[in-house]
C-alpha cells in the first residue's frame, strides 16, 4: 500500500512558478514509475508527466514540454513537478500517482494504482 500526500499548489499570476511535491508513504518507492496528471473543471483527468523508477526517462505532455521539469528523490520517496511559464490554462487541480508494473511507456492513467488527494493550482492572467 502507497499513499501519498501532493502540496505546493497555489495561485499565481501567468508567466510565474509553482513547485508541486509529492510524498509517498512506505519503503518501496523506488519500486514504482511516478506521475503527475491534471484534471480541470469539466475536463477529464490528462497526463502531464512520468518518471521512471531512477530517473533515467522522463516523459511530458506536448503541452507543458519546455516548462514542467518531473524529478524523484528516492532517498526522501519524494517526486516534484517543478512548473514554469505558468499559463492560464494550467489552471487544474494535480494528482501524482504510482504504478508498479505497466504495458507501454508512458503507463497509461488507467494504469496507475495509486493516487493522491490533489493540490489545486490556479493561475491568473
Known amino acids: 500500500q502507497v499513499q501519498l500526500v501532493e502540496s505546493g499548489g497555489g495561485l499565481v499570476q501567468a508567466g510565474g512558478s509553482l513547485r508541486l511535491s509529492c510524498a509517498a508513504s512506505?519503503?518501496?518507492?523506488?519500486?514504482?514509475?511516478m506521475g503527475w496528471f491534471r484534471q480541470a473543471p469539466g475536463k477529464e483527468r490528462e497526463f502531464v508527466a512520468a518518471?521512471?523508477?531512477?530517473?533515467?526517462?522522463?516523459k511530458y505532455a506536448d503541452s507543458v514540454k519546455g516548462r514542467f521539469t518531473i524529478s524523484r528523490d528516492n532517498a526522501e520517496n519524494t517526486v516534484y513537478l517543478q512548473m514554469n511559464s505558468l499559463k492560464a490554462e494550467d489552471t487544474a487541480v494535480y494528482y501524482c500517482?504510482?504504478?508498479?508494473?505497466?504495458?507501454?511507456?508512458?503507463?497509461?492513467?488507467?494504469?496507475?494504482?495509486?493516487w493522491g488527494q490533489g493540490t489545486q493550482v490556479t493561475v491568473s492572467s
Open positions: 518518471i521512471t523508477r531512477y530517473g533515467g526517462d522522463r
Open positions: 500517482a504510482a504504478v508498479r508494473a505497466w504495458g507501454t511507456w508512458p503507463p497509461h492513467r488507467d494504469e496507475y494504482d495509486y
Open positions: 512506505g519503503r518501496t518507492f523506488s519500486s514504482y514509475v
